[in-house]
């Protein structure tokens, strides 16, 4: 089945510096990659997703990026706010499954 | 829309006990997922129903664990007998087709078990 690797699993930056996370995934059918964010005591809500027709996305100061190739996708913040920092997830699922497996999150911490 | 609503929100009981989760979809969205989430195993999802049938219930972890959707509304997770170790936030949630669409999470339910 899907195994989805999440790096790193805290990060803390400076306010207005970028943000940068990792996943790597196992299952090359995986065609579907969200992200989720989730701030303390509160439930996970989607801030972007890519599918794998394209190869980047973007959404004001967030983007998510592809490589199909070696099975990883990033998350990149540019410009990171306080109230950016919370639990980020990353997920993977096949067309032909309706399994979303989760990475296991990045605790992001930004130093105003 | 109120979104997907779930309840209790916390859960305190004994050892033993029976614990019985509940939870109404977005309207017109015909996937429930129930996600447990833990510090050391993350989101782990448990039960996933289609059109109110179950399609795969492998991530339960055991025989006490049981789900039930008896109509497009409502779904429910059960416990029988809990023990401390299902101590967890269980989350449900919904889509609209249940593949590759956006899950619209519940605010969760906080359940200790002591």
């Known amino acids: 089945g899907e195994n989805v690797e999440q790096h790193p699993s805290t990060l803390s930056v400076q306010e207005g510096d970028s943000a940068v996370i990792k996943c790597t995934y196992s299952d090359s059918a995986s065609n579907y990659f969200p992200w989720y964010k989730q701030e303390l005591g509160k439930r996970p809500q989607l801030i972007i997703d890519i599918r794998s027709n394209v190869g980047e996305k973007k959404d004001q100061r967030i983007a998510v990026t592809l490589n199909k190739t070696a099975k990883h996708f990033s998350l990149h913040i540019t410009e990171t706010q306080p109230e950016d920092s919370a639990v980020y997830f990353c997920?993977?699922?096949?067309?032909?499954?309706?399994?979303?497996?989760f990475g296991s999150g990045t605790r992001l911490l930004v130093r105003p | 829309d109120a979104g997907v609503i779930q309840s209790p929100r916390h859960e305190v009981t004994e050892m033993g006990q029976e614990v019985t989760l509940r939870c109404k979809p977005i309207s017109g969205h015909n996937s429930l997922f129930w996600y447990r989430q833990t510090m050391m195993r993350g989101l782990e999802l448990l039960i996933y129903f289609n059109n109110n049938v179950p399609i795969d219930d492998s991530g339960m972890p055991e025989d006490r664990f049981s789900a039930k959707m008896p109509n497009a509304s409502f779904s429910t997770l059960k416990i029988q007998p809990s023990e401390p170790r299902d101590s967890a936030v269980y989350f449900c949630?919904?889509?609209?087709?249940?593949?590759?669409?956006?899950?619209?999470f519940g605010s969760g339910t906080q359940l200790s078990v002591l």
């Open positions: 949630a919904s889509s609209r087709q249940g593949l590759n669409e956006k899950l619209f």
């Open positions: 997920a993977a699922s096949a067309d032909s499954s309706y399994k979303l497996i």
